[in-house]
């Protein structure tokens, strides 16, 4: 298990935070932010509440999408470089202190530190 309390976020969305891997430098760690899927729901029109709190929890999502059908036959294939062309590296999910965590690949700029997110260059 990945104890996180003495570090620091590199980056926070409105749900999730990211840390650098501590023996992995070249990787992150997406953790959910605490209370966040019970605000977020407790936000929901109450039709949007029949779906539950599994739909909100980014880092789920993550993982269902990483098992879509043609990302697995791709890299059962040995077909990696197809897969991770467009998208980081993605290695699971990784217990914490904190939580589950999503690990994946940390992209970086050109002075080594995180990349900007996709989302700041649109």
């Not at 003495?6 to 992150?28: E, I, K, L, M, V």
């Not at 605490?34 to 929901?44: F, H, L, S, V």
């Amino acid at each position: 298990m990945i104890d996180l309390t003495n570090q620091t976020p590199f980056a926070s969305g409105s749900n999730r935070y990211c840390y650098q891997h501590p023996s992995y430098p070249d990787r992150c760690l997406k953790i959910i932010r605490p209370d966040n899927i019970e605000a977020r729901y407790q936000r929901q029109p109450a039709l949007k509440k029949l779906l539950g709190k599994r739909r909100l929890n980014d880092n789920l999502q993550e993982l269902e999408a990483h098992g879509q059908t043609v990302i697995q036959r791709l890299l059962k294939k040995g077909q990696e470089d197809v897969v991770w062309a467009h998208l980081p590296r993605f290695f699971g999910q990784t217990d914490t202190a904190q939580g589950p965590a999503n690990e994946s690949e940390l992209l970086k700029n050109a002075e080594g530190g995180p990349a900007e997110t996709f989302e700041h260059y649109l």
